[in-house]
Structures are given as C-alpha cells and as structure tokens.
C-alpha cells in the first residue's frame, strides 16, 4: 500500500504563488508516478499533470503549461506542484495520486486552495 499526504493549500490573493507538497509513504519502490488533480466546487475533477517517480517526464495538461510545475525532491519521496500568478479559477481541492499499475491507485486527502481577487 502507498499512503500520500498533501500539504501546502491555504489562501492566497490574486496573482500569488504557493507550492503544494505530495509525500509518498509505504511501499514507495511500487510507484511508477504521480499526479495531480484539482476539483472545484461542483465541478469534475481535472487533470492537472504528472511526473514519473523517477522525477523526469514531467507533463502538464495544456492549460496548466507556464504557471505551474511539478518536480520531485527523490530524497524525500515528495513530489511539488508549484503554482504561479494564481486566479480565483484556480481555487478547488488539489489532489495527488500514486500510479503504482496502470491507473492512479492510491489518493491523498486534498488540500483546499482559495485565490482571492
């Protein structure tokens, strides 16, 4: 089993940055990569990007490129998602998720972010 805690959310103005953290516990040899999602209220989960366990190929949905990053610090099983010129759009729930097969198969618990205008 792999266990993934997010970390990071919190409120933040309009044109702000926050860096959010994922670390992976458990069997952490098993991951394959990681990803992460965010949903707003009443709206389906999106599909933010990705980077393998290895920290390299690390990819990003069309509309996340230029503001936000995903990298990974290998020594401490965690991977970041920092997020740049933050909109009130941007405001939902983050997720990540651990692929260890072929879906995302373990998921932490969210943190919530709010960008105020």
């Known amino acids: 089993q792999v266990q993934l805690v997010e970390s990071g959310g919190g409120l ?10 994922c670390t992976a516990s458990g069997r952490t040899y098993s991951i394959v990569g990681v990803g992460w999602f965010r949903q707003a209220l ?24 230029g503001r936000f990053t995903i990298f ?3 020594a401490k099983n965690t ?8 909109k009130p759009e941007d ?5 990540c998720a651990a692929k260890v097969g ?13 960008v105020s205008s």
């Open 102 to 114: 072929y879906e995302y198969d373990s998921w932490g618990q969210g943190t919530q972010v709010t």
């Open 91 to 95: 405001t939902a729930v983050y997720y």
């Open 12 to 21: 933040v103005q309009e044109g702000g940055s926050l860096r959010l953290s």
């Open 72 to 74: 990974k610090a290998n």
């Open 79 to 86: 991977v970041y998602l920092q997020m740049n010129s933050l």
């Open 42 to 65: 009443g709206k389906d989960r999106e599909v933010l990007g990705a980077i393998d366990w290895s920290g390299g190929n690390a990819r990003y949905a069309d509309s996340m490129k």
